[in-house]
């Protein structure tokens, strides 16, 4: 039998909200909204398909969505990119990532990755040969530790993989760690694979530090985002890839074979929503709201609050509730307090178990405080 992936099964994301559907919970696990988007976004949608665009579009994407991108680039973080051969439109930021390291990593090379990391990254790695390298996060902090990463780099070493906002800890990078990041890799050619999904969910002020804004990343970067988080639509599968010209035209390769395009009438409909600049201006005063409301409600709780400067999760502490382990506590939970949660181990490659769970706050105020009261009989 076929065995490419073998250490892999279903992701835990699916198995929490079967779980949470089966045990009626509400479900706090897999991350996405359970509220609308914006009915305007709905009617550009539909005009487009109206308007007749419901065939093939041109292989990277219809031409005033990607200038629509590079526009919003320029004006957020200060750099060009030439909307033909620097952006390509793709079927969410999961076969944008998949693509790249498709596109870069030959068989036996090396990609660091930073754990705890986003559950595709490293069967993306494997599917193409390579072999992926984990070094952790500083524990606790889940800040970026320099001398581990420095000290993980081989002559084989291809590429690395970064998030900001990140999945799952809320942490964001300052703009002295990508600095830092940036004088590591100077004398390095190894690429940069940047998962910016989270960028428009940043909190109390903070901004957040694009790979895009570093001359030397953006230089070797493939920087991914996701409209789907943006704009509330996560079903709809449609994100971007940024990376310089001689970059892109390698992923284009890969591209053009493993989805060749991606639907029409969504990319006319958001190139038509994206000359307004104000629905993604509004998305940190819009999430920090709910994660305010989440982090007061939890504070009445006996789980203990980590940090969340960004995305739309919130970590909490689960040892002074339970002795149970991340990914039993999160099936308890489910079954018996009807609340999903993420075990956090889910995101390391040896399971590290730091009695740590993410919940995720992308849900209706009423949502949030039908799991709250459930919270607080814990
Ligand atoms: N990267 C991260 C860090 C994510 O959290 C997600 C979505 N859960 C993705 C990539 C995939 O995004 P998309 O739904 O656009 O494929
Ligand atoms: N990105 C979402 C999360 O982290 C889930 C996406 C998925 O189900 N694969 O919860």
Request: glycine share 6%; net charge neutral.
């Amino acid at each position: 039998l076929p065995n490419k992936l073998p250490q892999v099964g279903t992701t835990i994301f699916t198995v929490m909200s079967a779980l949470a559907a089966e045990h009626d919970a509400v479900n706090l696990g897999q991350g996405f909204p359970d509220f609308a988007c914006d009915p305007a976004l709905l009617d550009t949608v539909t005009e487009a398909m109206r308007a007749g665009h419901n065939q093939y579009p041109p292989m990277p994407g219809i031409r005033p969505l990607r200038a629509a991108v590079a526009a919003k680039i320029e004006a957020l973080h200060g750099r060009q990119y030439d909307a033909d051969t620097e952006i390509t439109i793709t079927a969410g930021a999961t076969q944008a990532i998949i693509t790249a390291i498709l596109a870069c990593v030959h068989p036996g090379d090396e990609v660091i990755v930073l754990d705890p990391c986003y559950d595709s990254y490293v069967p993306n790695i494997v599917l193409a040969g390579g072999r992926a390298v984990r070094v952790p996060l500083t524990p606790g902090s889940f800040r970026p530790d320099f001398a581990r990463i420095g000290a993980a780099i081989t002559a084989r070493t291809r590429a690395l993989i970064i998030n900001s906002p990140h999945n799952p800890s809320a942490t964001i990078w300052s703009a002295a760690e990508m600095r830092q990041l940036q004088a590591l890799l100077a004398p390095t050619d190894i690429l940069l694979i940047s998962d910016e999904v989270y960028e428009h969910m940043v909190f109390d002020g903070a901004e957040h530090q694009s790979a895009a804004r570093f001359a030397g990343l953006a230089a070797r970067a493939f920087i991914v985002s996701s409209f789907g988080k943006t704009f509330h639509v996560t079903g709809w599968k449609v994100g971007t890839m940024a990376a310089p010209a001689a970059l892109t035209a390698e992923f284009r390769k890969v591209h053009q074979f493993n989805v060749f395009t991606v639907n029409t009438p969504m990319q006319h409909g958001l190139a038509s929503y994206l000359k307004d600049p104000a629905p993604y201006l509004r998305l940190p005063a819009f999430y920090q709201a709910k994660r305010d409301l989440f982090r007061q409600g939890l504070a009445d709780t006996r789980l203990k609050l980590l940090p969340s400067a960004g995305s739309y999760f919130q970590c909490v502490d689960i040892s002074s509730v339970s002795a149970l382990n991340e990914s039993d506590f999160c099936q308890w939970l489910t079954r018996e307090v009807g609340v999903a949660a993420i075990p956090l181990s889910a995101f390391y490659g040896d399971g590290f178990d730091q009695r740590v769970v993410r919940l995720c706050f992308a849900k209706k105020d009423e949502t949030l405080r039908a799991a709250l009261e459930r919270l607080r009989k814990l």
